[in-house]
């Protein structure tokens, strides 16, 4: 099992040290995410409602007594992968993530499991329509990025075949369809405890042509791919 994420081209200077700062910026995001989910379902009373606001904003503060001003990106982790802590959908450090895991079986298909909380309600009781699809554009999007081809999303048909509701475990997973060259055509679903689909989704996974030379040679995961097998050879940069 894998997530399929690329390893660093660069040594990590000091991964103990790095984990450490990983840990912590995980449990952050984690309080968060509690602190989301009690904002959005909380009774107390006014004055405690204003009285927890200007705490948040104190700390706030505090957290921007040293930040960054650009988005994380992607950043090499103690592990020595590559990955994007600030992603919605699978970052550790970005409370509005649920954080899915998605990890790859031997056969290329990706999965995650799927429990989304009161901050994510479309529909009275379900997940947001707006976030099902997010969720498949990731996890199916990891199918190509798993054969070395990270393709950002050309499109992506989402059917909604009955409603995802909250507090209940789903899986979610992504396949290829179908290889030609940089362009990956892949599919995926969630479906409920009862194994039914709630939705499902097609979509095309293109490497963009500023991309391609730097993906050449896979590294990491992606250089599990069998050099013989062209439907996954990516064709000569143009
Ligand atoms: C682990 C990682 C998981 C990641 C999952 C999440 C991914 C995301 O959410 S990505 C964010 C959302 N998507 C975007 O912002 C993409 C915006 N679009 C773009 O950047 C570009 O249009 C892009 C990259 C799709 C293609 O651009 P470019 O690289 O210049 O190539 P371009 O020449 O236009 O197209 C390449 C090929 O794709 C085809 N193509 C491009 N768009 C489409 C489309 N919408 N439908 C069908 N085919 C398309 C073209 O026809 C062309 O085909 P061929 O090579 O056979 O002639």
Redesign the pocket.
Known sequence: MTD?AFASPAAVEDPDALAVTEQAQGDLAESLRELVDACVRTRVDDGTLMAVAQEVRTLTQRLLARAQSDPLGIEATSDGRLRDHGNPMVGMRNPIAPPLA?TGDADGTMSASLCLGAAYEGPPGCVHGGMVAAVL??V???AP?MIGR??????LNTSYRRPTVLGTEHVVRGWIEEV????VRARGDIRDPQGRVTAEADA???????AREHLGTPTGDAAGIDPADTATQGPATS
């Open positions: 399929g998605v554009d990731q199916v999007g990891s990025a990270p393709g950002l999303t050309a499109y030609d060259g940089w362009k095309l996974f293109v490497v963009p042509r500023w």
